[in-house]
């Protein structure tokens, strides 16, 4: 069986091979240039669901099953932003530069200035859709839930991870090994989560 992962993205593409071929070593996983479909996605849903299942219809446009995922980070000080804003949160607060992981770091940063520690609490969010191509669809959500420090701390990982400090490890998301950061994260358990629920849908 083929599905269609609504990413160009080979890092995405790879990882999603890797870990349901635990589950469902018959699913083969395609990428959208794969199936000849060339064109941006517009992801402007308000929820992280929302966005992932306009990509997930994309790819099932194909007319194999699509998957669409979309993650970011939540902080509570701020209401849940950045949230699905999460790629360019410092182009939508500041007008700088879009896609820049360290910008939006800064951003996050000083909004959070005046907050102390028990008030810094936020999560990593990713949500999965799939869209089968009689029309049929679910959405699966993994979480993670950490602290905001006040500077950066690790080079691994990417995005926020140097400010995210997840307790159980005493460390940042960017000071672990990606197993570690794969065994506790958000897209880590959206993925098991995704693969036991596609295995009980098909
Ligand atoms: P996307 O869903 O992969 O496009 O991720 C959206 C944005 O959320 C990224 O550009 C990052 O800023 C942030 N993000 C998502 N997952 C992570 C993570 O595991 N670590 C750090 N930042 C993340």
Do not use: W
Not at 113 to 122: C, F, I, K
Request: net charge negative.
């Amino acid at each position: 069986m083929k599905i269609v992962l609504a990413s160009r993205n080979q890092k995405k593409i790879g990882e999603l091979r890797t870990l349901l071929a635990e589950t469902l070593p018959d699913v083969e996983v395609l990428s959208l240039d794969d199936v000849g479909i060339f064109g941006e996605i517009e992801e402007n849903g308000a929820t992280f669901e929302e966005n992932a299942l306009i990509k997930a219809r994309a790819a099932a446009s194909s007319g194999y099953i699509g998957v669409g995922d979309d993650s970011g980070l939540t902080v509570d000080a701020l209401g849940g932003e950045p949230g699905v804003y999460s790629a360019r949160f410092a182009f939508l607060k500041t007008g700088m530069n879009d896609h820049d992981d360290q910008a939006n770091n800064r951003t996050v940063l000083d909004l959070l200035q005046d907050v102390p520690t028990e008030r810094r609490g936020a999560a990593f969010v990713s949500a999965i859709a799939c869209v089968f191509p009689d029309g049929r669809s679910f959405t699966v959500r993994g979480e993670v839930k950490g602290r905001i420090l006040t500077e950066h701390h690790g080079n691994g990982g990417f995005g926020y991870d140097p400010l995210f400090y997840y307790e159980p490890y005493g460390k940042t998301l960017a000071e672990v090994t990606s197993s570690e950061k794969n065994a506790v994260s958000h897209r880590g358990k959206a993925i098991r989560a995704f693969a036991e629920r596609l295995k009980a849908e098909i």
